[in-house]
Structure formats: structure tokens, C-alpha cells
């Protein structure tokens, strides 16, 4: 059973920085792509970063330059460094991964306040 496992979310400062972290397990097989997703309250899922086989990255415009995902192609795990972090960065953030086979896989998240 294939499952992605976020962590390092948590409480900080605007202008401060987090690292997330996702790990894939029960998979036989490289996934095509991985990113990160993210869900304010009352907002959409809406796509923060992505990176494909091959290091090609898209970024959401609002995190372009502050944010940035890096991947571990051996252990099949992703990260989100997010410096420069502000009140509007704050959410839920899904971890996700594409198969071969183009079936998704999603994290049950990991939440992320920005306050002071």
C-alpha cells in the first residue's frame, strides 16, 4: 500500500522558515513527479510546487523565491524548504505523488501556522 507521510509543519514567525518533509513507503516504483499542495481555510487546494523526473520544478507565483522543493530520488522523498514565510503561507500542506501508472497519491498533511 503505497503512502506518503509528511512532517515538519508547525508553528513560526512571519519572516521565519520551515522545512517539510515527505517520505513515500510501500512502492515498488519511482513516482513521475512529486510535490507539495497546500489549503488555507476556506480556500482551495491550490498547487505551491512540483518537481518532475528530470529536476524540472514549477513554483506558484506567490512562493516563487521564497520556497523551494528539492527531491531524494533513491528514498522517493520530498522536501519544501519555505523561507521568508508570511501570514498568507499558512495551511495545510499535502504532500503528493504521481505514479507511472498517472494515479495520484496524497499525504494526510501537515499544518503549518505563520503568527507571531
Known amino acids: 500500500q503505497v503512502q506518503l507521510a509528511e512532517s515538519g509543519g508547525g508553528l513560526v514567525q512571519p519572516g521565519g522558515s520551515l522545512k517539510l518533509s515527505c517520505a513515500a513507503s510501500?512502492?515498488?516504483?519511482?513516482?513521475?513527479?512529486m510535490g507539495w499542495y497546500r489549503q488555507a481555510p476556506g480556500k482551495e487546494r491550490e498547487l505551491v510546487a512540483v518537481?518532475?523526473?528530470?529536476?524540472?520544478?514549477n513554483y506558484a507565483d506567490s512562493v516563487k523565491g521564497r520556497f523551494t522543493i528539492s527531491r531524494d530520488n533513491a528514498k522517493n522523498t520530498i522536501f519544501l524548504q519555505m523561507n521568508n514565510l508570511k501570514s498568507e503561507d499558512a495551511a495545510v500542506y499535502y504532500c503528493?505523488?504521481?505514479?507511472?501508472?498517472?494515479?495520484?497519491?496524497w499525504g494526510k498533511g501537515t499544518l503549518v501556522t505563520v503568527s507571531s
Open positions: 510501500g512502492t515498488s516504483f519511482s513516482f513521475k513527479a
Open positions: 503528493t505523488g504521481r505514479s507511472p501508472f498517472a494515479i495520484d497519491y
Open positions: 518537481m518532475e523526473n528530470g529536476g524540472i520544478t
